[in-house]
């Protein structure tokens, strides 16, 4: 067999946020070189991500604030703030639509993540079916039946057997882990890096164990539950 | 107002159909009156194994579509005038059940009956969620080999989430697993998963055991439901099935291996 030279991995990466709040390209570009002035540093070769949110469509030339901000060594990585309906003003930029958390409860926008929630059920996961935690974390007081999948933003803990599939970090959190009372699943995963059975028998002992992301892989700690 | 059971597996040939037969035959001996349906439209073989197939005139299908009553196509049981057939159509197709229409003929059936079996086609097609869908209580039948687990799982998610009672977040479905065509010397030898092993991954109550058995194809054949010969092993574990169903506490029984005769054990069998 050969070697895949292609791995494909979610991972999450902190980006600064630009807020462009007027149309007027030449007032944002002075408004600008007054804050690089500040902290030169900080801002070399930074990605950005533009948020539009409080323009609806009084939009400035985008293309040419993306050019100015190019100049500035500061390079746009993605636009956010504006809905999917108008997803031509970022193709015609090149650029991909990004969706934050945030962006879909319209609060004003801070550089913290928003607190996670717990997703609790009651019982057990059949074959068949799929749990999804959409930003919280997912506690399952019962099994995960084979053929059957759980998915958390945040961590998934498994007060049963897990024999099924298990994502933790869906959106890559690689801090997410997976706890179960005996790990004997069909595939485990923390942020996009996965292990399927057989690396996971290899890994535990049938007992209660935690899975989470050691830097780049995976482990698997045994747990006394 | 009737209890409505629905006897389910998504595999097929798992026993479904045999258990149906005699688990209804054992509520109806035991005096309730006990009404089975098939649902198995387009491969009905209830009839055949309650031995009524030639006095079928009219079916399920002609009750919903209106062309025929509930009186003209339900069939009396030789043997028990508490037992009652509604047999499938042998000709139309699965979508001929409509949930306004099964529903409307199992109100109507519950004002006169005690139990409702509801004998599912395998699968978790339209036939298989009409059976289940306005279940109080499902007997889970299930071999002890995995694919049969697997598909019984599938389909207790179902119950969970597709059932008239969790759409309308009613008490769940109760669900009691019944383990068919169960080997114990298969299971000795590693062939066939154990009732523990079973009960561990499925994690609900078990209503009975039947064993692996010649008398159930000597009964179809004959088509009087095994649980009337009585002298038979799957004829009594299915009596004891029912009587666990009906509230009392019964001890399991072949479900250890038959211990041989010293003779046998000596030469072989
Ligand atoms: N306990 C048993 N021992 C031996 N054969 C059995 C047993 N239960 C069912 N069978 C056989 O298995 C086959 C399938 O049974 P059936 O009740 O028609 O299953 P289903 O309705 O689930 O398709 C039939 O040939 C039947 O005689
Ligand atoms: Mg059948």
Redo the contacts between chains.
């Keep these: 067999m050969q070697n895949a030279v292609l791995e494909l991995k979610g991972s999450s990466f902190t980006l600064s946020v630009l807020h462009i709040n007027s149309k007027d390209l030449d007032r944002l570009l002075t408004e600008l070189d007054a804050k690089l002035a500040q902290a030169p540093q900080f801002f070399v070769n930074a990605p950005l991500v533009l948020n539009l949110a409080k323009l609806a469509d009084d939009l400035p030339d985008l293309a040419a604030l993306k050019q100015a901000l190019h100049q500035r060594n500061l390079f746009v990585v993605g636009l956010t703030g504006i809905d999917s309906a108008k997803a031509d003003i970022a193709a015609k930029l090149q650029l991909p639509l990004m969706k934050s958390g945030k962006d879909s409860k319209n609060t004003p926008a801070k550089a913290v993540v928003p607190a996670r929630s717990t997703k609790i059920v009651k019982q057990n996961v059949r074959s068949g079916q799929q749990i999804y935690a959409a930003n919280a974390d997912l506690i399952v007081f019962g099994a995960v039946s084979n053929g059957a999948e759980v998915i958390a933003d945040g961590s998934i803990h498994v007060y049963g057997t897990l024999r099924g599939k298990a994502m933790a970090g869906a959106q890559g959190d690689n801090h997410a882990v997976i706890i179960a009372k005996t790990l004997s699943a069909e595939l485990v995963s923390i942020a996009g890096n996965y292990w399927l059975s057989d690396s996971i028998q290899e890994h535990t002992n049938g007992s209660g164990a935690c899975v989470r992301l050691d830097g780049e892989s995976l482990i698997i700690e045994s747990l006394p539950l | 107002m009737a209890q409505i059971i629905v006897v389910t597996s998504g595999k097929g040939g798992v026993g479904k159909t045999t258990s149906s037969a005699a688990i209804a035959t054992g509520l109806a001996l035991k005096g309730h009156k006990t009404v089975v349906i098939d649902f198995d439209i387009g491969l009905r073989n209830l009839d055949l194994i309650m031995g009524c197939e030639r006095r079928v005139v009219y079916d399920f299908v002609n009750v919903i579509n209106g062309e025929a009553n509930l009186n003209q196509a339900l069939i009396k049981d030789k043997r028990c005038d508490k037992l009652f057939v509604l047999p499938a159509s042998q000709t139309r197709d699965k979508d001929a059940l409509t949930k306004e229409g099964v529903g409307k003929v199992l109100e109507d059936l519950s004002k006169d009956f005690d139990y409702i079996l509801c004998d599912s086609p395998a699968g978790i097609e339209t036939g298989a969620m009409m059976a289940l869908y306005f279940a109080d209580t499902a007997i889970v039948t299930t071999n002890p080999e995995v694919s049969s687990v697997?598909?019984s799982?599938?389909i207790?998610?179902?119950l969970?989430?597709r059932s008239r009672r969790a759409e309308q977040s009613l008490e769940p479905v109760k669900e009691y697993l019944l383990l068919t065509r169960y080997a114990p010397t298969r299971v000795k030898t590693g062939e066939m998963l154990s009732v523990e092993d079973v009960q561990?991954?499925l994690?609900i109550p078990l209503l009975g055991v039947i064993p692996e058995s010649q008398s159930v194809l000597k009964a179809s054949n004959s088509g009087v439901p095994v649980i009337v010969d009585q002298q038979s092993d799957a004829g009594q574990a299915y009596a004891d099935a029912v009587a666990r169903l009906l509230g009392e506490d019964v001890p399991l029984r072949f479900v250890a291996e038959e211990k041989k005769g010293l003779l046998k054990r000596i030469f072989g069998s």
């Design positions: 697997r598909d799982d599938r207790l998610g179902m969970q989430s561990e991954i994690a």
